[in-house]
């Protein structure tokens, strides 16, 4: 018998690095003289400070698979099985530092909290962000405030996209949140500004998503579904600008850059979003005051328009149904501002 401790395999991903996802902790190749077993107490046996009850805790909410399969503790082990241990975070590599940074907290509860995440935060401590991230300033708050409680995420969103974000402060908060997101019951709006105008009022975006092949720092769509993953986004337009739209994005699934990249596949890129082109003037006028016009939003807002504006759940321990709304940030706001100022002077002028 094997066990393997590699780097985590994706499992159910989330938008935008937003994601929810399932990493795989622990494999098992399963020898051929084993014997039928139990996999609660096989893996008791085999995995370093795992409880029997955090093991049976873990196959009641299908984070024990064997062979591509969740099953239940009871599961007799078989020779040749293949076993993985999935978990709702990487494998912790370093220590997380706890670190007084100001957060938005929207609510606060024993099993969860409801963060509102500025743009330009990274969400958690990785190779080139080891300090000031979302991670270390909640760790620094439930020290002072519950020392019992720990940041379990989630789900994620980039670092340059603001907005809601639900954490468990314990495992089986954890657990059953990320169980919602697995099953797409979690509601989750956007709000993101883009390049163009549409011709219908709302549509539907379909398209598999996988890491482009030239550069895995982008997420390209793949129409034939030969490559990536099944991924579906629905928008409604909300407000127009002529030369740039404001929609609403409904996430049914949620994938790495999901709205980001889909957007581009369409024709729309996010405004000043400079992964998928979208910090060019892709629309507009030639004219020089335009382009100077389209700089200062670009200044205003530096990094790609989009916001986790919507949120809605069960919580994990009353089954209560529950639902957040946040403001469109200050840096969006005041470019939307300026668009509705221009798109008004434009109107008075023809």
Same mark, same amino acid.
């Given at each position: 018998m094997q066990a393997e401790f590699e780097a985590p395999e994706n499992i159910a991903e989330e938008e935008n690095d937003? !994601?929810?996802e399932l990493f795989e902790h622990f494999r098992f190749s399963v020898d051929k003289g084993q014997s039928l077993l139990r996999i609660d107490k096989f893996l008791f046996a085999r995995i370093e400070n795992a409880s029997r009850n955090k093991i049976q805790l873990?196959?009641?909410e299908q984070c024990i698979v064997v062979n591509g399969v969740p099953v239940k503790a009871n599961y007799k082990v078989k020779p040749n099985d293949t076993i993985s241990v999935l978990m709702t975070y990487p494998p912790r590599e370093i220590e997380i530092i706890a670190q007084d940074i100001p957060l938005d907290i929207v609510y606060e509860d024993t099993d969860l909290l409801i963060v509102n995440k500025q743009p330009g935060m990274v969400v958690h401590p990785a190779y080139g962000n080891y300090t000031g991230t979302l991670v270390n300033a909640l760790t620094f708050h439930f020290q002072k405030t519950d020392p019992t409680s720990a940041p379990f995420l989630v789900h994620r969103i980039d670092k340059d996209t603001s907005g809601i974000m639900i954490v468990a402060k314990n495992e089986l908060a954890q657990t059953r949140l990320a169980k919602q997101f697995f099953d797409h019951t979690i !509601?989750?709006? @956007?709000?993101?500004?883009?390049?163009?105008d549409f011709e219908e009022e709302e549509g539907t975006i379909t398209g598999h998503l996988g890491r482009s092949k030239k550069d895995r720092k982008v997420v390209t769509v793949y129409p034939e579904g030969d490559y990536g993953k099944h991924a579906v986004t629905h928008y409604r337009v909300l407000e127009r600008f002529g030369y740039v739209t404001l929609v609403e994005c409904?996430?049914? !699934?949620? $994938? &790495? /850059?999901?709205? $980001?990249? /889909?957007?581009?596949y369409i024709g729309h890129p996010l405004f000043n979003d400079q992964t998928y082109g979208g910090d060019t003037i892709l629309k507009g006028t030639t004219f020089t005051k335009y382009k100077q016009f389209v700089a200062n939003c670009f200044g205003l807002l530096p990094r790609q328009a989009l916001h986790a504006k919507t949120l809605g759940f069960k919580h994990p321990g009353t089954n209560e149904k529950m639902f957040f709304d946040s403001k469109i940030p200050d840096d969006m706001n005041q470019t939307l501002e300026?668009?509705? &100022? @221009?798109t008004a002077s434009q109107k008075k002028v023809n």
């Open positions: 937003d !994601t929810q873990a196959a009641k !509601t989750r709006k @956007y709000a993101a500004l883009v390049w163009g409904q996430l049914e !699934t949620g $994938r &790495t /850059h999901q709205i $980001r990249a /889909h957007m581009r300026k668009w509705r &100022t @221009y």
